[in-house]
């Protein structure tokens, strides 16, 4: 009887002490996939965060590209004076150059890579004039090339704007001071 | 009575250890997020546009002009320097004075509720002889200068330009 008696509240506290150990793996189990929920979850508001900010990373690329762009254009073969007015010169632009690059711009539109490239004279300060064939000597604004798109507000370098001016039928160097605007595309 | 204080202990220990877990896990979250959103401020004066503009108003061609041609800014500073005068009879340093003067104001508007507050502009002669000051507006914490040097004759001539924020 007494054995019957022990085995029997033996193998019932083998099966609570079974049970309490189910219960403990179905604990760490449940336990476990909550971890790994929470770090799923934390991932993807993560990537979604990441994903909203791409298209404010491109303006911002964008616009650095213009901030870049902006400090050596002007040193660029394209605009730059050369040996044109005596020895080279720093910042220093060629107007004439730079009409006849305005005439052409449709080979270089794509070539810089922004939305528009201008030049503003600020002394002697003429104004909103554009400067054409006609208008050349008294012009305010070259406007080099503006695409059609959104775009950021300019980033600005100053210049000197450089041409051949006469007087009294001698010719002489003229430089006025102007800045030099970059504009970059808004991606957002 | 024991087993159940034991039991209630081990999971008040637990329960310290998840929350535990979740404050590290969002402490790192936050220090994410202040470093995602932190944006790259534009600043209102550039190192290159000040430097650029020393460079650009020296190659200036002003009004005054001697027997050969009309001299830039650069070379009314040593014209200047030797006490000379335009062909109109004009102080070359008038001319440099008002000159650059007016070039400042049309570059560096301070006016109002303008980004810029006010500029000085120097130009120094051997380190020590001050040949031109030019100042406008409030000299604030924020600048950004530059100079340029240059030499003639044996003269070192140096100009400052600071622009303040």
């Keep these: ?188 | 009575m024991r087993k159940n204080i034991l039991r209630k202990k081990s999971g008040q220990e637990e329960m310290v250890g998840f929350a535990l877990i979740m404050i590290i896990v969002a402490v790192i979250l936050l220090i994410f997020l202040s470093f995602s959103l932190r944006k790259t401020e534009k600043e209102t004066v550039e190192s290159y546009e000040v430097n650029s503009f020393i460079q650009s108003f020296l190659q200036y061609t002003t009004d005054c002009r001697d027997n050969l041609e009309y001299l830039s800014i650069q070379k009314l500073i040593f014209d200047c320097y030797d006490k000379d005068k335009c062909i109109d009879e004009r102080e070359t340093c008038d001319v440099l004075n008002s000159t650059l003067k007016d070039i400042l104001n049309e570059s560096w508007k301070v006016e109002g509720d303008r980004p810029i507050k006010g500029y000085k502009l120097k130009i120094i002669i051997d380190e020590s002889e001050e040949m031109l000051i030019i100042k406008k507006g409030n000299v604030t914490k924020n600048s950004k200068g530059a100079t340029e040097p240059f030499s003639r004759a044996g003269k070192d001539y140096e100009i400052f330009f600071n622009a303040y924020y």
């Design chain 1, 1 to 188: 009887m007494k054995k019957r008696q022990k085995s029997k509240i033996l193998s019932r506290s083998s099966l609570m002490s079974q049970t309490k150990g189910q219960l403990k793996i179905q604990q760490m189990a449940f336990m476990l996939m909550a971890v790994t929920l929470f770090f799923v979850l934390v991932g993807m508001f993560i990537l979604v965060f990441r994903f909203s900010k791409l298209k404010e990373s491109a303006t911002l690329i964008e616009e650095r590209n213009a901030l870049l762009l902006v400090t050596k254009l002007a040193n660029s073969p394209e605009f730059s004076c050369g040996e044109s007015f005596g020895s080279s010169r720093l910042n220093c632009v060629d107007a004439d150059k730079v009409m006849k690059l305005k005439d052409n711009i449709k080979k270089y539109s794509e070539f810089w890579g922004v939305a528009g490239i201008q030049i503003r004279k600020i002394y002697p300060d003429n104004g909103n004039i554009k400067c054409t064939a006609r208008t050349y000597e008294n012009c305010g604004i070259i406007d080099i090339f503006s695409k059609n798109v959104n775009s950021l507000p300019p980033v600005s370098n100053f210049v000197s704007l450089c041409r051949k001016d006469s007087y009294k039928d001698e010719v002489y160097d003229k430089c006025e001071l102007a800045i030099l605007m970059v504009s970059s595309e808004d991606k957002e």
